[in-house]
């Protein structure tokens, strides 16, 4: 087999592989809009299909791991390949912890309906919060598809947004068991929600993460903001 043959079937595993991953992601934000969906109108259908579609996730993943080990083992990648491989790799585990994060709050969202928990709580004001995690995501994945890193950059400094979402939410639910103390279960309940809904921000600036490492080589989880900058000089 020619080099020329050997690097032009390689190209094409790793294009494929990367493909899948987007596929992956794909999915996982049609989960999210569900999320979205039973927040706004509170909607068990929603959450079902939510529950559902967990399934098809969990494949994702372990078919895109399967064959990037199949990759490594007969290509072993060096250099930006092999880090690619990384990447995706780091990038398939955080899109099956949205995943998991999704359907977390469905389940949260499907008991919150099912004990008939007081209306006067606002549990539809948390569409708004998923929706900006779910816009981190698509960003998120976007920038992986063109491995770009100023874009990856910019997804990691606006998670500061959803977390003072979740601040300002946090705090709104504190004011509402103070008040009354009935809905003390019901707002401790909500708050596990917003939680899990900040947390798919925090999955969103990892998989950003990983486009700075394929693209730069550099690790910059846990590195500052100025850490950050001076990687991308």
Known sequence: ?????????????????????????????????????????????????VLEIEK????????????????MSRRQPTA???????????????????GDKSTR??????????SGAPRVLPVKSLGASAQLAASQIHRALDAFARLDVQEALAVINDDDQLDSEYEAYFRQISTYMMEDSRLIGSSIHLMFLAK????????????????????????VRHSTDEERRSVLQ
Do not use: P, W
């Open 1 to 49: 087999m020619s080099d020329k043959h050997f690097s032009t079937q390689f190209e094409s595993e790793l294009a494929h592989v990367t493909a899948r991953v987007l596929e992956m992601g794909g999915v996982v934000e049609s989960q999210l809009r569900q999320c979205i969906h039973a927040l706004h109108h509170l909607s068990t259908e929603s959450t079902g299909q």
């Open 56 to 71: 098809k996730v969990n494949m994702f993943e372990l078919e895109i791991d399967h064959e990037i080990i199949s990759i």
């Open 80 to 98: 930006r390949d092999l880090r690619l491989l990384i990447g995706i790799s780091r990038v398939i585990t955080n899109l099956e912890r949205a």
């Open 105 to 114: 709050i469905a389940r949260m969202v499907d008991k919150f309906i099912q």
């Open 196 to 219: 899990a809904i900040e947390r798919i921000g925090d999955l969103a600036k990892n998989i950003a993460e990983a486009t700075i490492y394929v693209v730069k080589g550099a690790d």
